[in-house]
């Protein structure tokens, strides 16, 4: 780090010369001032024992002022920087009226530490403290934030970075915390009654009636005419990407907004490390640097081999750590874009205070076609589909339909799951190799051949069926790609070391992400957490494929805690770690898991009022399998 320190009181100084000291009084935490040396990471929390506190604190963007939960009176909460082997303790005391907690995001760590209430703890209770208590087993940048409520819709969220026990196989001059999220001064229950009331309440970008002329125009009115008629059937609208917009929220870089341009210093010719989380309740972000190229080398807090790309997409709760190299004396701007283009939050690297580059105009609005819903198959070749003879994905449901005698009692009759081993022999199958052996003609990559959606509905809790579901981890995602940049695709990642556990799944289990968009319900396999309280079980030790098969027409980041999932995304044995894995529409995404991590723990989307809605389970690892593998 080059050691250019400046005062607190100077940055105040300079602030105020720029009209901003308005803007710095408001909650943002120190380090989101982004001073140009390392102590602008400051005050960060070190060390073996931390304190924090929730509370009510006022906030204010620009002229208006609400009412924030926040973490040690900011918004973001400090950033806590810990090391990998040291064993932490993180005191939390809560000061607000209702229980609170805070989870540790993609940590590794005994059940009772991971702070979800009504699934590993009870929740800190009003004017109590409760001590978190674990070893540092990982490193890499991750976050908290609270598992109570909207809570974390409300501020309490903040950063955590944990420094490698050996040396950062990531070089790099100086670094920057970059928090992405989004606030309302609305009342969060308020506005999940209005999407109950209307899904598309926020929407304001929906197709009118000068948009269909045009279109008209372009692609001939009967074309025009059946796919506005084919929307209107589903009762769905292709401007659907976000359920609340800019229309309600402001979007946040490190807690302050667009207008007061968070800036961060580098000197030309320095590899600038930005550590990007995604914090926000409901928004995805476009991120991208103007004029930079950004080489991502860490993708939720594990090492990936490095990936230059102009762009990248974040779902909610993911992270990327990207290295860039400003070579001229000029301004940059960081601009992350809401994934439905109906605002943008920025800030600014610049060798010197004060600095601006020009700001990006908002792309237009993309729109949903038949073909992300999975409903036109033009153009796929039907011939090379899984299990031709069978409905793959109802092959899954024919295979746990074939084994409904033997099937484990345990589990859940929502999961599609089927326990290989148990398969009737005439079927062909027995072990996990065996189904590749039948297959044959199976991409690296389960699902990059169309598999047509099985026969379940998933009842009234779920408004769509898509004909096909399929990988589409090598598309950028709705809105991106079409302009010459090079966007990050999950295909391009990969861990810089091959993944540990060499194993092959040897048991399969098949989930549907599910959702009536005009009631606001959201659920798995149809059914909300209400619905089904029954945990969907892993075996402790055993290694197993998850395949999450997206029906709804939005994305969904699906977060697991208490172990990584690996992405098989064809990378062989470079599999990439995630914490949390977007999914979108009308796709089927895989994931091998070691479940070594006895003890319940949650898996849901994290778009913080799907899971309020229904989109929770729980994960419970128990049992005698085999041994997990160190």
Request: hydrophobic residues 35%.
């Amino acid at each position: 780090m080059k050691n250019d320190l400046i005062s607190r009181r100077q940055l105040l100084k300079r602030a105020g010369a720029l009209g901003m000291l308005a803007v710095l009084e408001r909650l943002a935490p120190a380090y989101a001032w982004a001073r140009p040396t390392e102590a602008a990471q400051t005050p960060q929390l070190n060390g073996k024992v931390i304190d924090l506190t929730i509370a009510e604190t006022p906030f204010r963007i620009g002229d208006r002022t609400g009412t924030a939960h926040t973490i040690n009176g900011t918004v973001p909460g400090p950033l806590i920087r810990l090391r990998e082997g040291d064993e932490v303790t993180l005191r939390v005391t809560n000061r607000l009226k209702e229980i609170a907690s805070i989870h540790w995001h993609g940590i590794l760590l005994p059940p009772e530490m991971d702070g979800v209430p009504g699934v590993s703890f009870g929740g800190i209770k009003p004017r109590t403290t409760f001590t978190y208590r674990f070893p540092l087993k990982q490193s890499g940048t991750y976050w908290y934030h609270s598992h109570s409520g909207f809570q974390e819709q409300l501020g309490v969220y903040g950063p955590m970075i944990i420094d490698p026990i050996e040396s950062d196989p990531v070089r790099y001059d100086r670094e920057y915390v970059v928090i992405l999220s989004d606030w309302t001064f609305e009342e969060p229950m308020k506005m999940m009654g209005k999407l109950k009331k209307q899904a598309g309440y926020f929407n304001f970008q929906r197709r009118t009636m000068r948009e269909f002329l045009s279109d008209a125009k372009k692609n001939g009115w009967r074309a025009t005419f059946d796919d506005y008629r084919m929307w209107a059937r589903m009762r769905m609208d292709p401007t659907d990407f976000a359920d609340i917009t800019g229309h309600a929220y402001t979007y946040l870089m490190n807690g302050l907004s667009d207008n007061a341009n968070w800036t961060a210093l580098f000197r030309p010719g320095e590899r600038v490390r930005l550590r990007f989380i995604n914090a926000a309740a409901m928004s995805i972000f476009d991120v991208r640097i103007p004029g930079l190229k950004m080489t991502v080398v860490q993708a939720d807090g594990q090492n990936v081999q490095p990936v230059e790309v102009d762009e990248f997409r974040i779902a909610v709760a993911e992270t990327y750590d990207v290295i860039v190299e400003p070579e001229e004396d000029r301004a940059y701007t960081i601009f992350a874009e809401s994934i439905d283009r109906s605002g943008y939050t920025r800030g600014t690297l610049a060798p010197r205070p004060g600095m601006n580059a020009e700001v990006p105009p908002p792309r237009p609005r993309p729109l949903r076609t038949m073909e992300d819903m999975g409903m036109s198959m033009e153009g796929m070749d039907h011939g090379n589909m899984e299990m031709p003879d069978k409905e793959p994905s109802g092959g899954m449901k024919d295979m746990e339909h074939m084994q409904h005698g033997a099937k484990d009692e345990a589990m859940p009759e929502t999961q599609h799951d089927y326990e290989m081993e148990e398969m009737p022999k005439e079927h062909g199958e027995h072990k996990m190799e065996d189904t590749k052996a039948m297959l044959g003609m199976r991409s690296e990559i389960p699902g990059s051949a169309p598999v047509k959606h099985g026969p379940d509905t998933h009842g009234p809790g779920n408004q769509m069926v898509p004909d096909f579901t399929r990988s589409r981890l090598g598309e950028p995602g709705a809105g991106l790609g079409n302009d010459g940049r090079r966007v990050l695709v999950y295909t391009d990642l990969k861990s810089l070391h091959p993944y540990p556990d060499r194993r092959q799944p040897e048991r399969e289990i098949e989930i549907h992400i599910t959702g009536h968009m005009e009631r606001f319900i959201w659920s798995f396999d149809g059914k909300k957490y209400s619905e089904a309280r029954e945990p969907i079980h892993f075996k402790y030790g055993e290694r197993l494929r998850w395949t999450f098969v997206n029906d709804t027409m939005m994305e969904h980041p699906l977060h697991l805690h208490g172990m990584f999932m690996e992405l098989e995304n064809g990378a062989g044995d470079y599999l990439p770690r995630k914490h949390t894995v977007n999914v979108k529409p009308a796709e089927r995404v895989s994931v091998a898991i070691t479940a070594d991590a006895p003890g319940p723990w949650a898996f849901h989307c994290h778009l913080l009022f799907h899971m309020e809605a229904g989109m929770f389970r729980v994960v419970e690892v128990s049992g005698k399998g085999a041994e997990a593998p160190s």
